[in-house]
Nanobody, 127 residues
């Protein structure tokens, strides 16, 4: 059974940083695109970032939504079967529940094909 578990959220001040973690079980995340999407109350789901499956060269392709480019970084640790989202210079509009999910490919439309995801982790940005 595929399970993804997000962690690392919390309350952070504007301009602060937090790192989200996504742990996979029953699935080898290296074989899939893995991404993070977020959803704030009353808002649509928004794909924040994704990272492609690891190819033979070890090169990972990434995608970021424009609003987080230069501030967020997605990465993976295949040995630990983990995917991370480093979030820097957080803004109030980044506040949401963040979910990690697998998908067939990494592109701007990846959330349309998102498969399994976890329960999410809340990120609150407030002073």
């Amino acid at each position: 059974q595929v399970q993804l578990e997000e962690s690392g959220g919390g309350l952070v001040q504007p301009g602060g940083s937090v790192r989200l973690s996504c742990a996979g079980s029953g699935v080898t995340l290296a074989y899939f695109t893995t991404g993070w999407f977020r959803q704030a109350p009353g808002e649509e789901r928004e794909g924040v970032a994704c990272i492609s499956s690891s190819d033979s060269k070890g090169d990972d392709r990434t995608y970021y939504v424009d609003s987080v480019k230069g501030r967020f970084t997605i990465s993976r640790d295949n040995e630990k079967n983990m995917v991370y989202l480093q979030m820097n210079n957080l803004k109030p509009e980044d506040a949401a529940v963040y979910y990690c999910a697998t998908a067939p490919a990494c592109s701007s439309r990846w959330t349309l094909f998102a498969a399994s995801w976890g329960q999410g982790t809340q990120v609150t940005v407030s002073s």
